[in-house]
């Protein structure tokens, strides 16, 4: 009985986000400490593999971030991989509405696999920098597998809140630390 309840609960959630709702207090519409909804948007997350590992090795720490502005680039971000297991409903990406929103996106190489480790907790904007905040626990919950890969996130923010045409500074910060930075043009 336990299990069918489980199972009911997970199909209604999985219908509710697959018709483009959330509840009101799922991790999909996370909210902030005033009770807003903060000025990002869950899109999807999970683990990979990236094709082209080059300097990395099995046991590499690192993060590897994105700022995709166009389907172009959301299309080569997502072929980059030989494997990729999603939590999100991956039809949201289809759903992206690029003349509106810029994706961010992290993955961090490499992890057991085991939950859902890596999520982002912040975001804010000011003058030509944006600051991303990230968080990578590192005692994720769940079931470990035995594989390495990267755990990944990826967020959805409105581009009419950056200057068009100019170049802005996306600063992405891994448990309080500034890891990497990336300059994209938002037009």
Known sequence: MLRFRLSLALLAATLLIACGGAPPDSPTTPKGDNGETPPYRYVNSGWVNPKTMGEWQAFSEELR?????????????????????????TTTLARIDFPNSILLAAYYLY??????????????????????????????????????????????????????GEAVDFVFHLNGEAQATVAATVE
């Open 65 to 89: 971030v994105f700022v995709i502005t166009d389907q172009a680039e959301l299309d080569a971000f997502q072929q980059g991989f030989t494997a990729k297991r999603s939590w999100g409903n």
């Open 111 to 164: 992890r057991p696999f085991q939950g859902d480790p890596l999520s982002v907790v912040g975001f804010s904007f000011e003058g030509r920098r944006a600051e991303v905040l990230l968080e990578l626990e590192e005692s994720p919950q769940g079931r470990e597998y035995p594989y390495l890969l990267a755990p990944m996130i990826m967020v959805a923010v409105d581009r009419t809140q950056f200057p068009s």
